[in-house]
């Protein structure tokens, strides 16, 4: 008998985390006609780029994980970035994704035909696909510091998401620029194991200290003997995290006693002087919490300086502050990334000749994080607003995913040709965000890469969970949708 549904053509660009969760999905809900697109070599995004030392997730890997794939081999509670990208990487493999992949394929241009969505990759294939999905990440593009000087340094100078790891760092002098997660991370990885490591800092960051216990083998054992404990696990985890979601977003006594606990744990930090440079003068999670088990003792090790001058420029041998050059061998920029660009830029071309550039005027919007009025059939993983401040990636990929298979679930049975959010439902979405962000802690007055171009918070002004809600079936009152 034939198969009553239709078969979509979907298009998915990007093969790391968010797509790699999607596509499987897909193929799970026996759906075949699945490609991504992905522009490098290799599967896994953000944990294929980011190979520096010390690399970890700052969420509990019980919960970084897709809820279908659970891993009971987690070896620490906060595991390293190559066991995350083998993690990623397995996934891609056991479901099948990995065979869909067309790798060092760039989308340049995404154009609604009438019909469908016509898809031109850089080597000037084009195709055509009922839905096109982006995956592109939110941390992508590496963000280079604007520093006079900075390309006449004559040694090794990379970004932390592009490591040279041909560059043996054991005997060097090496100047450190940034200090979020990422240039904590490193910090902490190289001290003492360097010759000497200037940390270049513009503003404190709160770091919250949090110990890495590793996994025994019985626990791991435990973890795959018993599938309900592994689940159990991972549903304590996110509990957990989601419990204190919302009280850390707004004034109140959790949020007095976590400002009270970031600064008991500076007390750490023996010499006052130092420990008044590391003091921020803005709210913890105003910008993204630090999660680290070592920072504090890492930054007073001997090898250690930090350096809290403005930088004024580079020279082909150091970086200079108030007049003062610190020789440095090595450039490590951990200065963070375009966190605005999502789909960009790559051209995405709706019906009329709507472009996402023209629709984006004014900043990113998206209906309730996935779908953008004026592009039918087009949904974004990881897209603006997402509740991405301290809170599991995996988790806000699996919703927006189980959301995109919804719509697609339901073309199949030909409940529909084209959806896409009307304008009024996004701009009534915005009016409760916009209403609701001055409220949170984001808001309270710091600068981060959580800032929007109109330096509005571009994140979920509410708790995670209430994302999960509002995604947790399409509203056809808020689509403009056309019958199959
Ligand atoms: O980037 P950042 P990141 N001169 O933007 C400094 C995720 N992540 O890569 O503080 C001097 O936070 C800048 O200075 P200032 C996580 O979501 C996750 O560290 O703006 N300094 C800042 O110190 C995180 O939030 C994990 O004054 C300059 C730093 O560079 C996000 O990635 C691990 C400068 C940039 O900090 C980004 O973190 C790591 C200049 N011209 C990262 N320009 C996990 O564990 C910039 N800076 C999951």
Same mark, same amino acid.
């Not at 493999?93 to 241009?109: K, M, Q």
């Not at 790891?165 to 902490?188: A, P, W």
């Not at 004026?374 to 949904?379: K, L, Q, S």
């Given at each position: 008998?034939?198969?009553?549904?239709?078969?979509?053509?979907?298009?998915?660009?990007?093969?790391?985390?968010?797509?790699?969760?999607?596509?499987?999905?897909?193929?799970?809900?026996?759906?075949?006609?699945?490609?991504?697109?992905?522009?490098?070599?290799?599967?896994?995004?953000?944990?294929?780029?980011?190979?520096?030392?010390?690399?970890?997730?700052?969420?509990?890997?019980?919960?970084?994980?897709?809820?279908?794939?659970?891993?009971?081999?987690?070896?620490?509670?906060?595991?390293?970035?190559?066991?995350?990208?083998?993690?990623?990487?397995?996934?891609?493999?056991?479901?099948?994704?990995?065979?869909?992949?067309?790798?060092?394929?760039?989308?340049?241009?995404?154009?609604?035909?009438?019909?469908?969505?016509?898809?031109?990759?850089?080597?000037?294939?084009?195709?055509?696909?009922?839905?096109?999905?982006?995956?592109?990440?939110?941390?992508?593009?590496?963000?280079?510091?604007?520093?006079?000087?900075?390309?006449?340094?004559?040694?090794?100078?990379?970004?932390?998401?592009?490591?040279?790891?041909?560059?043996?760092?054991?005997?060097?002098?090496?100047?450190?620029?940034?200090?979020?997660?990422?240039?904590?991370?490193?910090?902490?990885?190289?001290?003492?194991?360097?010759?000497?490591?200037?940390?270049?800092?513009?503003?404190?960051?709160?770091?919250?200290?949090?110990?890495?216990?590793?996994?025994?083998?019985?626990?791991?054992?435990?973890?795959?003997?018993?599938?309900?404990?592994?689940?159990?696990?991972?549903?304590?985890?996110?509990?957990?995290?989601?419990?204190?979601?919302?009280?850390?977003?707004?004034?109140?006594?959790?949020?007095?006693?976590?400002?009270?606990?970031?600064?008991?744990?500076?007390?750490?930090?023996?010499?006052?002087?130092?420990?008044?440079?590391?003091?921020?003068?803005?709210?913890?999670?105003?910008?993204?919490?630090?999660?680290?088990?070592?920072?504090?003792?890492?930054?007073?090790?001997?090898?250690?300086?930090?350096?809290?001058?403005?930088?004024?420029?580079?020279? =082909? !041998?150091?970086?200079? $502050? *108030?007049?003062?050059?610190?020789? &440095? /061998?090595?450039?490590?920029?951990? @200065?963070?990334?375009?966190?605005?660009?999502?789909?960009?830029?790559?051209?995405?071309?709706?019906?009329?000749?709507?472009?996402?550039?023209?629709?984006?005027?004014?900043?990113?919007?998206?209906?309730?994080?996935?779908?953008?009025?004026?592009?039918?059939?087009?949904?974004?993983?990881?897209?603006?607003?997402?509740?991405?401040?301290?809170?599991?990636?995996?988790?806000?990929?699996?919703?927006?995913?189980?959301?995109?298979?919804?719509?697609?679930?339901?073309?199949?049975?030909?409940?529909?040709?084209?959806?896409? =959010? !009307?304008?009024?439902? $996004? *701009?009534?979405?915005?009016?409760? &965000? /916009?209403?609701?962000?001055?409220? @949170?802690?984001?808001?309270?007055?710091?600068?981060?890469?959580?800032?929007?171009?109109?330096?509005?918070?571009?994140?979920?002004?509410?708790?995670?969970?209430?994302?999960?809600?509002?995604?947790?079936?399409?509203?056809?009152?808020?689509?403009?949708?056309?019958?199959?």
């Amino acid at each position: 008998m034939s198969d009553p549904l239709r078969e979509p053509r979907i298009a998915i660009i990007g093969a790391g985390m968010s797509g790699i969760c999607l596509g499987a999905l897909l193929l799970r809900a026996g759906i075949r006609d699945v490609v991504l697109l992905e522009k490098n070599q290799d599967l896994g995004g953000t944990w294929r780029d980011n190979s520096y030392p010390g690399i970890a997730c700052d969420v509990p890997s019980r919960f970084y994980q897709f809820t279908f794939a659970l891993n009971p081999d987690w070896t620490h509670r906060y595991s390293p970035g190559a066991e995350i990208h083998a993690y990623f990487e397995k996934v891609a493999r056991d479901t099948g994704v990995a065979d869909r992949v067309r790798f060092g394929t760039t989308v340049v241009e995404t154009r609604w035909t009438g019909a469908a969505w016509s898809v031109t990759t850089d080597d000037g294939v084009s195709a055509e696909y009922d839905f096109v999905v982006s995956a592109t990440g939110i941390l992508h593009h590496p963000r280079y510091p604007n520093i006079e000087g900075l390309d006449s340094f004559a040694g090794p100078a990379f970004h932390s998401a592009r490591w040279d790891h041909s560059v043996d760092l054991s005997d060097k002098r090496v100047g450190l620029i940034g200090t979020g997660s990422t240039g904590v991370q490193i910090l902490s990885a190289l001290a003492g194991n360097v010759d000497r490591l200037l940390l270049f800092q513009r503003t404190p960051h709160w770091v919250m200290q949090l110990a890495n216990p590793e996994f025994r083998p019985i626990t791991r054992r435990l973890h795959r003997r018993f599938p309900a404990y592994d689940r159990f696990s991972y549903h304590a985890a996110r509990k957990q995290i989601e419990s204190l979601s919302p009280a850390l977003l707004h004034p109140g006594k959790t949020r007095r006693f976590l400002t009270w606990l970031c600064r008991r744990q500076l007390n750490k930090i023996v010499d006052p002087e130092l420990r008044a440079k590391l003091t921020p003068d803005s709210q913890p999670m105003c910008r993204r919490l630090i999660i680290s088990p070592g920072y504090y003792d890492a930054i007073q090790d001997p090898t250690v300086e930090l350096v809290t001058d403005r930088i004024e420029r580079i020279t =082909p !041998t150091g970086v200079v $502050t *108030d007049g003062v050059e610190h020789p &440095v /061998d090595v450039l490590v920029l951990a @200065t963070g990334f375009d966190a605005h660009a999502y789909v960009r830029p790559m051209r995405l071309v709706g019906p009329g000749g709507l472009t996402l550039e023209h629709a984006w005027a004014d900043g990113p919007r998206a209906y309730r994080t996935v779908a953008v009025p004026g592009f039918p059939n087009f949904f974004m993983l990881m897209g603006p607003n997402s509740p991405v401040g301290n809170y599991a990636l995996t988790a806000i990929a699996e919703t927006q995913a189980n959301y995109v298979l919804d719509w697609v679930q339901r073309w199949r049975r030909g409940e529909f040709t084209t959806a896409e =959010p !009307t304008a009024e439902a $996004t *701009d009534r979405y915005y009016r409760e &965000v /916009d209403a609701a962000l001055p409220d @949170t802690v984001w808001a309270t007055g710091c600068d981060s890469w959580y800032l929007g171009q109109n330096g509005k918070p571009e994140l979920f002004p509410w708790a995670p969970e209430q994302h999960k809600v509002m995604l947790a079936q399409p509203r056809d009152d808020e689509f403009h949708i056309v019958a199959g």
